[in-house]
């Protein structure tokens, strides 16, 4: 009796403590569950396969921040556009034009102009007479003889005046191997003047040798002919003297600043200024594996003539180039075949105004465009620039070799 007694009275106390309205539960409310000061909600963690296993909160989503670019939505009104790729066979011919008397001539227009690709003549679909930013790969020989040399020193300081601000040098050395002295920079750059002062060079002593006959000999010592020379090239068993063979890169030279000037955009004018004797001898590169390079990538050659070569009278035997010898001088052949412009000088003050003449030359070119009607198979083309007026030279490049690469640079069409 008094044990069921006991019991009605601490169920009744039970249940007097579950009518208590304001009393904490002794168990947390599961409405709270996930919810951390600062970080709001977390993700409902997923069930576990084991009821006996104990659930693990998910780990929150990691924010994209890469999301991508953003859509090419068309403009309000208007529909989306689509773009079409297509090869255009355009070739464009810049051409100087000068009187009998040297002097530049202005003020041409399309109708006094003539164009012809392989003799036969096309229709011209662009012609411009505004001079367009220059791209030019500077070459300065220093293998020239001293005195030579001293000029072309001398001359370097007026350089950068021949120049726009628009326009991009870069400079090359050569002598019996190529260097590159400075990456493309800006011509009124104070990096240009220090460059060129850089690139200045004792030039290349004269020596008379004589292989023949006695005053060819030295001592003779058991036979064999001693020289006070310990170079491998003097000492030798021979009875002769062997005379050391002069190294002028040129074409080398050429080759490296045209593959660099293939890298510049195509709406600027590309061209090569070579200030040389035009000696040849020792590259690797063949003229001919250069010249094609340069028609391929529409680069021209300009140049200053400077010693010997320079000359009228001086030197003239030579130019009857014989088999397994030195070229003397190569440079007309790449300026004619490139549609440039060639200065014969001799004393420093005709250096320095060449190149006055030189830049005002490169900015005086029209520049003739059309469509050709073949198909760019890399082969050669002629060219011919006809003006219709009497006595007038015209001077332009003689031909090119087409490229599938100067095709798809073309700018790509947008159609609706």
Do not use: C
């Not at 220090?194 to 008379?208: C, M, P, T």
């Not at 310990?230 to 600043?257: V, W």
């Not at 510049?264 to 061209?271: I, V």
């Not at 007309?332 to 003050?349: A, F, I």
């Amino acid at each position: 009796m008094a044990v069921a007694l006991a019991g009605q009275q601490s169920a009744t106390q039970s249940a007097q403590q579950q009518a208590i309205p304001d009393a904490p539960s002794a168990a947390p409310s599961p409405i709270f569950s996930g919810i951390a000061p600062g970080k709001g909600t977390v993700p409902d963690a997923p069930k576990p396969a084991n009821e006996n296993q104990i659930p693990q909160a998910a780990k929150p989503a990691v924010p994209d921040d890469n999301p991508g670019p953003p859509p090419d939505l068309p403009a309000p009104g208007e529909a989306p556009q689509y773009i079409l790729r297509t090869n255009v066979n355009f070739v464009q011919v810049p051409f100087t034009v000068k009187d009998k008397k040297g002097n530049l001539v202005y003020g041409l227009t399309w109708r006094d102009v003539r164009v012809y690709e392989n003799n036969l003549r096309q229709d011209p679909k662009v012609f411009l007479v505004d001079p367009l930013p220059l791209s030019i790969a500077l070459v300065i020989d220093q293998s020239l003889p001293y005195n030579v040399m001293e000029k072309v020193n001398s001359s370097l300081g007026a350089l950068p005046g021949a120049f726009t601000p628009q326009d991009e040098v870069a400079v090359f050395t050569y002598n019996n191997g190529t260097k590159k002295q400075t990456d493309f920079t800006g011509s009124q750059s104070a990096r240009l003047p220090a460059i060129l002062e850089r690139s200045k060079s004792k030039g290349r002593e004269v020596d008379l040798y004589d292989n023949s006959g006695p005053l060819a000999q030295t001592t003779t010592i058991n036979g064999r002919q001693f020289d006070a020379n310990t170079s491998p090239r003097r000492n030798q068993q021979g009875m002769t003297l062997t005379i050391p063979k002069e190294q002028h890169t040129l074409n080398d030279a050429i080759l490296a600043a045209a593959e660099e000037l293939s890298t510049r955009p195509k709406d600027r004018r590309r061209m090569i200024y070579v200030i040389s004797d035009g000696k040849e001898y020792g590259s690797n590169a063949k003229f001919a594996e250069v010249r094609r390079y340069l028609q391929t990538n529409q680069i021209s050659v300009w140049g200053t003539l400077v010693g010997d070569s320079a000359a009228w009278g001086l030197g003239w035997i030579e130019k009857f180039h014989m088999p397994l010898m030195m070229q003397d001088n190569i440079l007309p052949k790449y300026v004619n075949s490139t549609g440039g412009t060639l200065y014969s000088e001799w004393r420093q003050r005709a250096i320095e105004d060449s190149f006055a003449e030189i830049g005002r030359t490169m900015r005086a070119q029209y520049t003739i465009g059309y469509y050709s009607k073949n198909f760019m198979d890399g082969k050669y083309r002629s060219i011919e620039v006809r003006v219709l007026r009497p006595n007038l030279t015209v001077t332009a490049k003689e031909g090119f070799i087409p490229s599938l690469r100067d095709a798809r640079e073309n700018t790509p069409t947008r159609v609706r």
